[in-house]
Structure formats: C-alpha cells, structure tokens
Nanobody, 116 residues
C-alpha cells in the first residue's frame, strides 16, 4: 500500500534551516507529482510546494518563495523540502502528499517549530 514517511522536522531558531524528507513506497514514485503541505495549529492545511514527476517544474506558495526549495530523487523514492531563513510563522506540521487515482495520500507529518 502507499506509504509516505516524513522526517527531518525539529526545533530551530529563527533564521535557521531544516531539510525535510519524505520516503515513499507502495507506488511508482517517478510517475507522480509530489507536494508538501503544512498545517499550523488552528489553521487549515495549505500547500507549500509542488514538483512534477521528473522534477522539471516546481511551484511554491508565496510564503515560501525564495526560502524553500522542493526537490526529489526518483532513484531513492524520496521527496525533499529545504527550508532556509525560517520564521516563527513557518511553525507547523509538514505533510508529504501524492494525489493518485482520485485520492489524496498523506504521511503522518513532521513537526517544525521555529522559536528562540
């Protein structure tokens, strides 16, 4: 079955960096666009960044433009999100997502906390 396992979250000071990873299994990873979402406490889950199946096109929410970079390694079935210049408002649970066969599949999420 489809499995998405996020890792790499943690506590970081404002201005710091984190690299999130999402290990995918149970489907042909290279055949699907992949997306990072995040959900802050008390708020809706929102798109952070998306990448096409071959990594040739990426799109970012305004909140992450110029600071976040989405990438993928199809040989390793892994999705990444490099986050630089982190701000307190980036605090959220970050989720890996694939939309396939009319369904959204989600990982369990990884907590990112930006605080001094």
């Amino acid at each position: 079955q489809v499995q998405l396992v996020e890792s790499g979250g943690g506590l970081v000071q404002p201005g710091g960096s984190l690299r999130l990873s999402c290990a995918a299994s149970g489907f042909t990873f290279s055949s699907y666009d992949m997306t990072w979402y995040r959900q802050a406490p008390g708020k809706e889950r929102v798109l952070v960044a998306t990448i096409t199946r071959f990594g040739d096109y990426t799109r970012y929410a305004d909140s992450g433009k110029g600071r976040f970079t989405i990438s993928r390694d199809n040989a390793k079935n892994t999705l990444y999100l490099q986050m630089n210049s982190l701000k307190p408002e980036d605090t959220a649970v970050y989720y890996c997502n694939v939309f396939m066969g009319g369904h959204h599949y989600w990982g369990q999420g990884t907590q990112v906390t930006v605080s001094s």
